[in-house]
């Protein structure tokens, strides 16, 4: 990941599994609900923002892509999912939160990805 090394990266706990948490970001509170479509074979969070009016449902968790970059809300940075492998794909139902990680750049590095 030498794209990231002068970038604080926050890794969102993910793992195999449907799973509701809440995690801080850019000083903000968010609850996460993320859960995998099995007619789709694809792992998919909605994004809630506690104290802002950030609300993203649906949103499909590929590989090299800022998962945040179409909704362009101020709040936030940016959020994309790393294959650890380097192969760039889909996340499997067992791979989420070990071979692929859920990423958080703060929106003070800019766009990265």
């Given at each position: 990941?030498?794209?990231?090394?002068?970038?604080?990266?926050?890794?969102?706990?993910?793992?195999?599994?449907?799973?509701?948490?809440e995690?801080?970001?850019?000083?903000?509170?968010?609850?996460?609900?993320?859960?995998?479509?099995?007619?789709?074979?694809?792992?998919?969070a909605?994004?809630?923002?506690?104290?802002?009016?950030?609300?993203?449902?649906?949103?499909?968790?590929?590989?090299?892509?800022?998962?945040?970059?179409?909704?362009?809300?101020?709040?936030?940075?940016q959020?994309?999912?790393?294959?650890?492998?380097?192969?760039?794909?889909?996340?499997?139902?067992?791979?989420?939160?070990?071979?692929?990680?859920?990423?958080?750049?703060?929106?003070?590095?800019?766009?990265?990805?």
């Amino acid at each position: 990941m030498a794209l990231f090394d002068n970038v604080d990266l926050i890794e969102i706990p993910v793992t195999p599994g449907p799973a509701k948490f809440e995690i801080e970001l850019d000083g903000a509170p968010y609850r996460f609900r993320v859960r995998y479509n099995e007619r789709d074979l694809a792992w998919y969070a909605d994004v809630l923002g506690l104290d802002n009016d950030v609300d993203f449902k649906g949103l499909k968790l590929v590989p090299g892509l800022d998962l945040l970059g179409p909704h362009a809300y101020a709040e936030l940075g940016q959020m994309f999912i790393f294959d650890g492998e380097e192969i760039e794909a889909e996340p499997t139902f067992e791979g989420l939160g070990d071979r692929f990680r859920l990423y958080y750049i703060s929106k003070e590095y800019g766009p990265i990805i």
